[in-house]
């Protein structure tokens, strides 16, 4: 079945540093890659959208700037969490989609906490 | 904009009993998906059952099933013969251009 390799699984950071998370399609091609956020005990919040090749669509509220999302190819997508503060603590999943196999194949997240 | 709401945050069902969790969504859009996903301690998210909305015949995979009340915008889920595995937080999505999640409904089974 169609699988998404999320890496790092958990990472502690400094305070403003920035954090690369990778999620990588392994056997199929993503053309959509959706990131979320997820806080203990509260439901995914979608924050971007992107598409291989395009920029990230943001969602209402998520600065850009702050998370930088990289969709540069059909199995590769980055969220890059700059100058990281201890509110951007969180959890963080992607979520990938196939134009061609339809549905959705999540990531197994990556625990962000930043001191 | 589309919205889904889950009314109940926990749930408990004895082991072996069925138990319904609770879904409400809003959308304009004629054509869309929805979905219950579980979401056990590792925090994987696993896709349980999914509805197209131009089907009226309801969903079911195994101990599994939803009733889906287009008119009503619901969209609930009945667990039948719990099992402790069953344990977990479950989320109902709705899927238009984009997935959107309800609060979730943490569910305990007892034995």
């Known amino acids: 079945g169609a699988v998404v390799s999320q890496h790092p699984s958990w990472v502690i950071c400094k305070s403003g540093t920035s954090v690369k998370i990778e999620c990588r399609s392994l056997d199929f091609q993503a053309t959509t890659m959706f990131w979320y956020r997820q806080f203990p005990k509260q439901s995914l919040m979608l924050m971007a959208t992107s598409n291989e090749g395009s920029k990230a669509t943001y969602e209402q509220g998520v600065e850009k700037d702050k998370f930088l999302i990289n969709h540069a190819s059909l199995t590769l997508s980055t969220l890059t969490v700059t100058s990281a503060h201890p509110e951007d603590s969180s959890f963080y999943i992607c979520?990938?989609?196939?134009?061609?196999?339809?549905?959705?194949?999540f990531g197994s997240g990556t625990r962000l906490t930043v001191v | 904009a589309q919205t889904v709401t889950q009314s109940q945050p926990e749930m408990s069902v004895q082991e072996a009993e069925t138990v319904t969790l609770s879904c409400t969504y809003d959308t304009s859009e004629s054509d869309y998906y929805l979905f219950w996903y579980k979401q056990p301690p590792s925090r994987q998210m696993i896709l349980v059952i999914r509805q197209e909305a131009y089907k009226q015949q309801n969903a079911t995979e195994n101990r599994f099933s939803v009733n889906f009340q287009k008119a009503a915008k619901s969209f609930s889920l009945k667990i039948s013969d719990s099992q402790l595995g069953d344990a977990a937080m479950y989320f109902c999505a709705l899927r238009t251009d984009k997935l959107v999640f309800g609060a979730g409904t943490i569910l305990r089974v007892k034995s």
């Open positions: 979520s990938a989609r196939s134009s061609l196999l339809g549905g959705y194949t």
